[in-house]
């Protein structure tokens, strides 16, 4: 299939994330409604225990069927297509174990191959459990999009949380606080800004993009009292981004920024830091969201919420985010592929 085509109907495939969390739970119901199979040809990167257990758990057995297939070519519509993938002697329910992390991780990998070569129109990853998919000798990422930066070089990706109503883009992820002051550097901050900007412009239809810079320290620095990133590193980026014809404001003060719903006159937020952003994002749009790698030659998406074991086997776990990553995910690729024809390429995105 030739990379991006929606001549046929799109392939999405879904890395399984933790077997013991939510993420098996939401796509399998996610499955039981309508219009997917109209719209879409699903294909999970999993081990077929998972199948089988959840589907005997969630009381399935007779309404989920799936199609084990090698090639992502070889997928039928209208049912689920599995790629068998790693091993999975054994895993429970509502837990996380070793063995789950690792089919995890073995999952993920090869979702991101297959989208590497253009075989999949989207990718969209379950939630993980860190403290299994993260592994020093093997695997040492603490999250996806830390292992889809190392993997990407050229196209490193900014995680971007996104909403009808707000879009945060986070500068460092999963790293302790103690450290976030030394990655904000000018060469950093313009990577990103510039990664957000082609973003808003290619996958969501953003003619001219206008980006807000939250500052570090409280009162934004305060010209410098409390703190010297703002005066010294951010301001003069956004008056160099601004010769460049870039709409760029700030640095704001993140309580003031967010009180005064300065998010509403903005197309973007750029925070520093993981809480500086997730938090108002999940305070102001709770599960209505999703999370999107920014940056990156194919399009990945993936819930905004973790692996919830408390959620599991509940009739209140909430689907919300997984259906907008997928949707809406298909959406970015519909406007990937008109912004290229517009520009005249036929392949990724620069």
Avoid at 191 to 214: C, E, N, S, W, Y
Avoid at 243 to 261: H, I, K, N, Q
């Amino acid at each position: 299939m030739e990379k991006g085509s929606l001549d046929k109907l799109p392939r999405v495939a879904f890395t399984i994330g933790e077997p013991g969390g939510i993420g098996p739970q939401l796509l399998f119901h996610f499955l039981q409604g309508e219009g997917w199979a109209e719209s879409f040809i699903p294909i999970v990167l999993a081990h077929r225990r998972v199948i089988e257990r959840w589907r005997s758990f969630l009381g399935l057995s007779g309404g989920l069927r799936y199609h084990a297939i090698r090639h992502v070519r070889d997928a039928k519509p209208a049912q689920l297509n599995l790629i068998e993938c790693g091993s999975l002697n054994d895993f429970v329910i509502g837990s996380a174990s070793p063995e789950g992390g690792r089919l995890a991780r073995t999952a993920f990998i090869e979702g991101v191959k297959l989208a590497q070569t253009g075989e999949l129109d989207l990718l969209v990853t379950l939630p993980v459990d860190k403290a299994t998919f993260y592994d020093e000798a093997t695997f040492p990422y603490r999250g996806h999009t830390e292992y889809l930066r190392a993997h990407s070089p050229n196209t490193p990706p900014l995680m971007l949380m996104v909403s009808d109503t707000l879009r945060i883009a986070v500068l460092t992820e999963h790293i302790p606080l103690r450290e976030v002051a030394h990655h904000i550097t000018a060469q950093n901050l313009r990577q990103a800004i510039l990664t957000l900007h082609q973003t808003l412009k290619q996958d969501f239809g953003v003619p001219t993009p206008r980006i807000a810079i939250l500052g570090l320290n409280p009162h934004a620095g305060d010209d410098g009292i409390i703190g010297a990133e703002e005066k010294e590193v951010i301001q003069p980026l956004i008056a160099a981004l601004g010769e460049e014809s870039l709409w760029v404001g700030g640095p704001f003060s993140p309580d003031g920024f967010f009180a005064a719903r300065g998010y509403q006159r903005v197309d973007a937020v750029l925070a520093l830091y993981h809480d500086q952003g997730l938090i108002p994002f999940k305070l102001l749009v709770g599960w209505e969201g999703f999370q999107y790698s920014s940056g990156l030659p194919f399009v990945r998406t993936a819930p905004d919420h973790g692996v919830a074991y408390d959620q599991v086997g509940k009739d209140t776990a909430d689907i919300s985010s997984l259906s907008l990553a997928v949707w809406e995910g298909l959406a970015i690729v519909r406007r990937r592929q008109a912004w290229q024809e517009s520009q005249g390429e036929s392949g990724a995105p620069s």
